[in-house]
């Protein structure tokens, strides 16, 4: 019979690995947006069944715990919806700004390139 060995959970590996990002980024896509859409729904959601179960419970002191729990899920919640609102056109306009310099910098450095070689070929052979 074969044993099995335990292998670490993939996700979880992969989670491990992920830098941690200290501030928000300039630009939020779509992809992320839907994302922080999600997250504050269930953030909202917790809240409300925190608030909903603390006044449902007999024991002060797990009440206490509960209503705690709700205050953290609020506290993430105010702070993915500061860290979301952002004039997000304006920042892909300076992002789409950026790139179309960055695009006019290389194709500079290629007509000199190819200017160097008209003038200097048997040099840059």
Known sequence: MQQHMYQPNQQQS???QQPVMMRPPRVITTKDAMYLKDQMSWLL????KCKHFAN?????RIA???NQIGQMHERHYNML????QMNNAVM???VQQQQ??????????QQQQQYGQQ???SHMQ
Request: one cysteine or more.
């Open 14 to 16: 992969y989670m491990q």
């Open 45 to 48: 959601l917790a809240m409300k």
């Open 56 to 60: 449902e419970c007999q024991d002060q």
């Open 64 to 66: 206490q715990l509960i």
């Open 81 to 84: 919806l500061r860290n979301s």
């Open 92 to 94: 892909m306009q300076n």
């Open 100 to 109: 179309y310099e960055q695009q006019q910098k290389q194709q500079y450095v």
């Open 119 to 121: 003038m200097y070929p």
